[in-house]
C-alpha cells in the first residue's frame, strides 16, 4: 500500500472527489451523538474525519490505515484543521481491527467504511472485525461503488479503465453480497443513481450474518 500512495497521497483528495460519491451523505447522515467514538478503517488522508469532526464538534474519532505514507498526510492534514486532540490515527490492517490498537478497552459507537471496502483484500474479514469492534447496538457504515451496471457496458468499461490509473476496482461482489442478504433487521442499503455505489447502515447483528 505504501508503493501505491507514496506519490498519491499528495493528489488523493484533488482527483477522489471526482468519483467517490456519497462520502459527504454518509457523513450528515451519522448524526453522531456528542461523546460519542467513532472509527474509520481505511481513513487515508483523514479527509472524512476531519469532515466528522467539524460536523459533530464533541464525538471522539479514531482513524485506522494499512499505508503509513497516508498516515502521513493524514496527521498533517488533521494538524492543519486543528483537530488534532480530536482525532487519534494507528497504523494497522483493518481485518486486525480493535480498540486495543488505541490502547482502549471500551467498544466504539460507530464504525466507518468509505470507499476502503473494495481495497481490502478479505472486505467480509474486515466487517466481521468492525462489528466485534462496536458496542452492543453500535453501527456500521459504509459507501462503496456498486456494481455499475446502470452506466452500461461501454461506459462501464471506460470508468474501470480509467479507475485503473488510480489503482482503483470496483468489486461487484460486494453489492451482490448484501443485495442477496437483504432485508435483514437494523440493516438499511441504499444504491445510488445507475448502481454507481451503494450506502450501507447497520448494525453488528446484521453484518455478522453478511460477512458469512
Not at 493524514?74 to 483493518?94: C, D, M, N, T, W
Not at 455499475?148 to 474501470?160: C, I, K, Q
Request: with cysteine.
Amino acid at each position: 500500500m505504501d508503493d501505491v500512495y507514496r506519490h498519491q497521497r499528495y493528489i488523493y483528495d484533488l482527483t477522489r472527489k471526482y468519483y467517490l460519491f456519497g462520502r459527504d451523505t454518509l457523513i450528515r447522515e451519522l448524526d453522531l451523538q456528542d461523546g460519542e467514538r467513532l472509527i474509520e478503517i481505511g481513513c487515508g488522508t483523514a479527509r472524512n474525519l476531519v469532515a466528522i469532526a467539524r460536523a459533530y464538534p464533541k464525538a471522539r474519532l479514531y482513524g485506522l490505515d494499512a499505508s503509513q505514507e497516508m498516515l502521513k498526510s493524514a496527521q498533517a492534514s488533521i494538524a492543519r484543521s486543528g483537530f488534532s486532540k480530536q482525532i487519534e490515527l494507528v497504523h494497522a490492517y483493518a481485518e486486525d481491527l480493535s480498540p486495543a490498537l488505541f490502547g482502549e478497552d471500551a467498544p466504539f459507537d460507530r464504525a466507518v467504511f468509505s470507499y476502503s471496502l473494495s481495497m481490502i483484500p478479505d472486505w467480509k474479514k474486515a466487517l466481521t472485525a468492525a462489528a466485534a469492534s462496536v458496542k452492543s447496538g453500535g453501527l456500521i457504515h459504509a459507501v462503496d461503488f456498486g456494481d455499475l451496471t446502470g452506466l452500461g457496458p461501454v461506459f462501464a468499461s471506460l470508468l474501470r479503465t480509467w479507475l485503473k490509473q488510480f489503482h482503483v476496482e470496483p468489486r461487484v461482489e460486494i453489492l451482490q453480497t448484501l443485495e442477496r442478504h437483504l432485508p435483514l433487521q437494523g440493516t438499511d442499503l441504499r444504491i445510488l443513481p445507475a448502481r454507481y455505489a451503494f450506502i450501507l447502515r447497520a448494525n453488528g447483528t446484521g453484518i455478522q450474518a453478511l460477512a458469512r
